[in-house]
């Protein structure tokens, strides 16, 4: 067994691990074993949505570990189709039922909607609600710049614990990153390796491939490591929590198997300098609520 990852803390005191596995496009028949195969890989973090069609096998898959439910932090995210406060209630119970559990650790928006901000505003005040209650540990969002989350914080009470966003070294997003310190929220990685430039997204015909870039294959030969660890330890020297997601079992035993090893801060600027600003999925601020409909 790997891991386990180090424990972040959020702004409201609560620990979450650094790295954890993600299950975005994770088909239902192959989400349980993978969840079970990270477990036992000493993961502790698991990710998932509503809009993943994979929360009841997230589930499964958690209650098949033998693991106890205290030691496993479980996200998951209401989609654009529950945006608005009663409705975002409903969700959250939706959800809950599906993973089959009494508690969530970590409940996030999944898209800020620019043009509606105000449906936004009222599903993060249910969160508020949720928290306020008991039912989640902690609440964010994801895919937020700094002027959404500006916006938001100036008409809610509760700031952000959680950023989640598409980060990886050709799209690092340092100005983001450095308002999510100001503010005391906690920058999370989606496609933390760079998947979505590699299997498609809005802007994915234009941007490399962090796996092929030199800087990386040059650090992986050097540790012994793969490209994907090398990316992945970057993620941890820059106090991130990443998500990488696979299915395989030899990539999700890898994916933890960064914790024998450390990158020196020229390593880490090195791969910093890799940043194109080009992003390979949506943007934010084009995002409406029908957009992926």
């Known amino acids: 067994m790997n891991g386990p990852a180090p424990l972040l803390t959020l702004n409201n005191g609560v620990r ?4 954890g596995l993600g299950v975005y496009q994770s088909p239902p028949d192959e989400t349980v074993p993978a969840v079970t195969t990270a477990i036992d890989n000493g993961y502790r973090l698991i990710d998932t949505a509503a809009a993943y069609g994979n929360e009841k096998e997230v589930g499964e898959g958690i209650a098949r570990s033998g693991i106890g439910r205290e030691e496993i932090f479980v996200i998951t995210k209401l989609w654009l189709t529950d945006y608005g406060y009663d409705s975002t209630l409903r969700a959250f119970d939706t959800s809950l039922t599906k993973l089959g559990l009494d508690h969530l650790d970590l409940y996030l928006l999944h898209w800020p ?28 969002v994801c895919n937020h710049t700094p002027e959404h989350l500006t916006a938001l914080m100036a008409r809610t009470e509760v700031v952000p614990a959680v950023n989640q966003v598409e980060l990886h070294p050709n799209f ?7 308002f999510d310190v100001r503010h005391g929220i906690l920058t999370q990685s989606w496609s933390p390796i760079g998947g979505v430039n590699r299997y498609g997204g809005e802007g994915a015909d234009k941007v490399r491939d962090p796996l092929q870039e030199p800087t990386i294959t040059g650090l992986a030969e050097k540790y012994g490591k793969s490209p994907a660890q090398i990316i992945l330890r970057w993620q941890v020297e820059h106090d991130l929590s990443a998500i990488p997601k696979s299915v395989k079992p030899h990539r999700i035993a890898e994916n933890i198997g960064i914790f024998d090893f450390s990158l020196t801060p020229h390593e880490v600027a090195a791969i910093d300098a890799l ?10 601020d084009r995002v409406e609520l029908g957009t992926f409909s």
């Open 172 to 178: 690092s997003q340092p100005e983001l990153r450095a």
């Open 275 to 284: 940043d194109t600003g080009t992003r390979g999925g949506p943007d934010p």
């Open 16 to 19: 979450m691990p650094a790295l």
């Open 113 to 140: 909607v620019p043009s509606a901000y105000d449906t936004t505003v009222a599903s993060y005040k249910a969160a508020e609600k949720l928290l306020a209650d008991g039912r989640v540990r902690a609440i964010g």
